[in-house]
């Protein structure tokens, strides 16, 4: 009787013990994602991560000085309450860009859900960083293991009220490029086909109400008409954020190649597979793979108009410009400032960085993202505006800018000492973590 009282409750101890298990199991990515310390408040009381296992969670960056903020805040509590009122699991996290605690707490008031305490910055700057957070509101949605779904549900909020369609995972490019396309005679175009028999094609996110589209347009149409007089394979997608059918059309009138309806469900899901955040915008795919070639098209054309580089593959080592400058904006750059280095000497740092952004490139080809592009400075204000920006000292050649991550890491190397071999070195320390970065300005 005792032996068997003795495995009955060994039994029991073991069967009690496996949910607190199996909970940490569900968290890691959670943990791995806040910090394994960090805790969360449900209201005014601290609560631990553990609030958020076996759920969807999504990351709310918002704030109470954000007037879109203000008016979305209400959709997203009720989308909430009702979505979990049909026995479905979903968990928000507000991530605060409030001033001060003050807002903080005022704003959280409004929202049923958890949130991250204000005090916790350094979690909510890492954060923000992780997920390219560049505008708010912003709603990133997680799995139940803390994996990424997207960073885009905020339009979903609004446009599947009663979340038949969460938790809104992307589709793929070739699912989005399904249906048909028109030309502005109303003719109409399979897009398989548009894809099929071309080299390349070209997705332009555009509008007639915006200026630098309205600039940009007659110079890609210049290119366009170059490049198939050439006698070469190309074909571009207008993508319109027109508000209306009228301007939609007067706009696309000017435009030789094929586009998408205004307002088709396309348009966003592109956007978002893209990750446009501004327009105009122009990405060049291939037209066998639809991979990405060029996602800087609109720099590519404005530095090439009549076309002569055409499908405009990324070179390994590009010019520093106004129009190459925007690279800077979106990751992690080398940079490589020359403009006071004697012209022979200039010319042997260029030869040297090509053939190491080179090896690099080809090194990193199977990366989504490589951790680095390559730019060299040669002349022209953009250098002393960049020089000015991230308060550099006066003799810096050579450094790795991510504005994404608000940081700068300056090489302490002069023109003159610059070879292939620090060259390499200075990038596989930044690669493997071991420059220490400061804050830009």
Known sequence: INAEYGVKQINKTIKSRVPVMESISDIKGFQELFGAGTSLLKGTENVSLEELAGKHVGLYFSAHWCPPCR????????????????????????????????????????????????????????????????????????????????????????SDPKGENFPWTPKTLTEILQGDVFNNKGEKFNISSVFENNTAVGI????????????????????????KSAGKKFEIIFVSSDKDDESYKEYFSTMPWVSIPVKDPRKEQLSTYFSVQGIPTFVILDGKTKKTINKEGRAAVMSDVEGNDFPWQPKPLSVLS???????????????????????????????????????????????????????????DIIARIRDFAALPEDTSLLVLSVPDEQKFVSDLKDKEITEENLKKFVEDFVGGKLEGKTIG
């Not at 997203?76 to 928000?92: G, R, T």
């Not at 979690?123 to 509101?137: D, H, N, R, V």
């Open 71 to 158: 008016s979305f805040t209400p959709k997203l509590v009720e989308f909430y309450k009702n979505f979990n009122a049909s026995n479905k699991k979903l968990e928000i996290v507000f991530i605060s860009s409030d001033n001060d605690e003050k807002q903080f707490s005022e704003y959280y008031g409004e929202m049923p859900w958890l949130a991250l305490p204000f005090p916790q910055r350094e979690t909510k700057t890492k954060l923000a960083k992780k997920f390219k957070i560049e505008g708010i509101p912003t709603l990133v949605i997680l799995s139940p293991t803390g994996e990424t779904i997207t960073t885009d549900a905020r339009g979903e909020v609004s």
């Open 322 to 380: 106004p129009a190459t400058a925007s690279s800077l904006n979106e990751q992690a750059c080398l940079l490589l400032l020359l403009d006071r280095t004697e012209e022979s000497l200039r010319k042997s740092i260029t030869a040297i960085a090509e053939n190491v952004a080179k090896e690099y490139v080809k090194k990193w080809e199977s990366l989504d993202e490589p951790p680095l592009y390559f730019l060299v400075g040669i002349s022209g």
């Open 204 to 227: 332009y996110f555009s509008a007639h109400w915006c200026g630098p589209c309205r600039q940009f347009t007659p110079n890609l149409v210049k290119t366009y008409e170059a490049i």
